[in-house]
C-alpha cells in the first residue's frame, strides 16, 4: 500500500464548478498535511496546510482533515481555467521529510 | 530574484557522464531537499539535509550523491549517469521552526541521460 494515495485523473470539471480532489494515506500519526499545485514542466507551489480535523478555508480553496479516517481532500470552489494543473498531496513524516501522493490532474473547461 | 535557484535548467548528457545540479536560496533556511519527479510516480526525496554538517539519505539515495558547501548551497552529483536518472529534481527548503517549516521549491532541472 503507497503511503499517500490519489486518483490520477484526469479529473475534468466545467469552470464555475467545485473541483473535489482525494487524498488517503497510511500513517495514523501523521499530523501535517499539505496542497501543491504544479502546472506543467514548473515547480510546485503550496496551496495549503492544514493540521486540525475539520474545515480550513481561504479563498475558493477548502481543504479538508478527517484524521480517524485517514483522509484529507481540497475543494476548489467556482473553478477557473487557470485551476486546471496537478494537485499534489502530501503528508509530513518524521525529521520533516514530506511523503507525496503522485497527484491528481485537474482540467477545468469552459 | 528567486529565493530558491537551481542551475542548470535543462541538461542532456550521456551514460557514464557525471553531473552536478546546483541549488541555492537566499531564504535563510537551514533546512534543504533533493527530489527526483517522474510521471506517475510523484515526488520522491533523495537526500536531505538539516545543516551543514547534516546530510542523510532519503527514499531514493543509490547512485546519487550531495554536498552542503554552505548553509545557502545544496547539490546533488550523479556519478555516473543511468538512462533511469532522467528525470525532473527538484530542490526544496524550509526552516526549522514549526512557523517556517513549509518546504519551498526551486524551478526544477530537467535532467535527459541518453
Known amino acids: 500500500q503507497k503511503e499517500v494515495e490519489q486518483n490520477s485523473g484526469p479529473l475534468s470539471v466545467p469552470e464555475g464548478a467545485i473541483a473535489s480532489l482525494n487524498c488517503t494515506y497510511s500513517?495514523?500519526?501523521?499530523?501535517?498535511f499539505f496542497w501543491y499545485r504544479q502546472y506543467s514542466g514548473k515547480s510546485p507551489e503550496l496551496i495549503m496546510s492544514?493540521?486540525?480535523?475539520g474545515d480550513k478555508e481561504d479563498g475558493r480553496f477548502t481543504a479538508q482533515l478527517n484524521k480517524a479516517s485517514q483522509y484529507v481532500s481540497l475543494l476548489i470552489r467556482d473553478s477557473q481555467p487557470s485551476d486546471s494543473a496537478t494537485y499534489l498531496c502530501?503528508?509530513?513524516?518524521?525529521?520533516?521529510?514530506?511523503?507525496f501522493g503522485a497527484g491528481t490532474r485537474l482540467a477545468v473547461h469552459p | 530574484d528567486a529565493d530558491v535557484t537551481q542551475t542548470p535548467r535543462n541538461r542532456i548528457t550521456k551514460t557514464g557522464k557525471r553531473i552536478m545540479l546546483e541549488c541555492s536560496q537566499t531564504?535563510?533556511?537551514?533546512?534543504m531537499y533533493w527530489y527526483r519527479q517522474d510521471p506517475g510516480l510523484g515526488l520522491r526525496l533523495i537526500y536531505y539535509?538539516?545543516?551543514?554538517?547534516?546530510?542523510n539519505k532519503g527514499e531514493i539515495s543509490d547512485g546519487y550523491s550531495v554536498s552542503r558547501q554552505a548553509q545557502a548551497k545544496f547539490s546533488l552529483s550523479l556519478e555516473s549517469a543511468i538512462p533511469n536518472q532522467t528525470a525532473l529534481y527538484f530542490c526544496?527548503?524550509?526552516?526549522?521552526?514549526?512557523?517556517?517549516?513549509?518546504?519551498?521549491f526551486g524551478p526544477g532541472t530537467r535532467l535527459t541521460v541518453l
Open positions: 526544496a527548503t524550509s526552516g526549522r521552526d514549526s512557523s517556517t517549516d513549509t518546504q519551498y
Open positions: 500513517d495514523r500519526v501523521s499530523q501535517s
Open positions: 492544514i493540521y486540525s480535523n
Open positions: 502530501a503528508v509530513r513524516g518524521g525529521y520533516n521529510k514530506l511523503i
Open positions: 531564504k535563510g533556511h537551514d533546512r
Open positions: 539535509s538539516f545543516d551543514v554538517k547534516d546530510i
